[in-house]
């Protein structure tokens, strides 16, 4: 039930904003996130916007994930060459 | 360029699973972890009971790791009074219910809201609490009912829309308050003797809402590491790595429990003010009980005094029978972290989430239910 949906904001009119959910749109509540602007990415829960997502964060997490799945690959391969 | 929100994959990759797989394998024997000793880990949210078993995460741990699932569907925790409360409610004449729509098929004492709506009963299933505020509008003469149901995630929601109901005047719309807390009910989890359980893998959404400072209490006061974590493979490998971190330290006297996020991007310490903020004006603590578990002090949401007009239970006489649990079902159990859904002998025999039993196989996040989908 607390699943909310990440998506990015296209557009905004009075306190509603469309939200790009990867190719579908939606409109959502900015009631508990005044701040929200048009580009920002924020997640979504029963018709709200609850937070506005951090991309400097997503990015970096993104980046230590990488780093591992290359270091994983990178002794992958020098194990079969052994 | 990867779109860091949106790509789901990079989250997924199976070559950085497999580092940190290795890493949780290395943890697990630094704590002296065996299959006959494992290291209990429990997420609390029904979000993640379900990414656990979709992506079949558990195969792929270790046996000297267990992952329990907690009391973290709202629906499951949901007393059964307060299911036949609210088909009293859609029996009244001239009420029409609006309900998110995991709650239809939760079975009460004598049936369930969708037995109810096929003998007649007006409930309709909304997406947004917000329209069941279009409901009361086109609907003037009649009473709309909305069953407030959910934690952190989902309450501000409902303030907002108690709100948006009083600033247009609605007089025709209330509430029936079923809301639940999750900090307290880690402390009382954390707080039981002989716990089963070292650590919490935190609820990523509501933490959004409230924030990770509100577990410090849990990790410190209780000794109990709690990680904030996301809801994708990578995200969750990793936030076990950090439980575990911690575990190691504190089983070998190097260490003591703390909070930490493994969820940066959706989660700060503080969490959203302005929700908080609305929630304090809308509501207010109260002692709530949690089916299977029983009454825990401080964990519910009522309608705070200048706003008690919007309670269902003062607009309408919604007096129910003292409800009967059916026996056998042992979710109580299952929420508390001493049991697996297989442990039941009703599972998959006579509880299928065709013809449920319990409220843990209702719900798509209940734990017997995705088990029963996912893992049989
Ligand atoms: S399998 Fe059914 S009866 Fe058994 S604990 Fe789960 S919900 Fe309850």
Redo the contacts with the bound molecule.
Sequence with gaps: MCLAVPGRVTSIESGIAKVDFGGISQEANLTLVPEAKVGDYVLVHAGFAIQRLDEAEAEETLRLFQELAEAADREERERRRR | MTDPVMEVESFRSESAARVLLGRIERLLKRAGATTDKPVALMEVCGTHTVAISRFGLRSLLPGSLRLLSGPGCPVCVTPLIEIDRSIAAAETPGTIVATFGDMMRVPGSRSSLESARTDGADIRIVYSPMDSLQMARENPGREIVFLGVGFETTSPTIAATILAAEREGLGNFSILPFFKTVPEALDMLAAIPDRPLEGFICPGHASVIIGADAYEPVACNRDMPCVVVGFEPLDILSGIEALLQQVAAIRTGQGHARVEVRYKRAVTSTGNIAAQELLREVFQPCDAEWRGIGVIPGSGHDLSERYRRFDARERLSLDVAQPIE?P????GE?MLGR?L?TD?????E??TPRR???????STE???AAF?KYER
């Design positions: 059916q056998g079902c042992v979710c299952i049991k859904p039941c002998p009703l599972f998959g006579a509880c449920p039993v319990g409220p843990c196989m209702v209940g734990s017997c029963y």
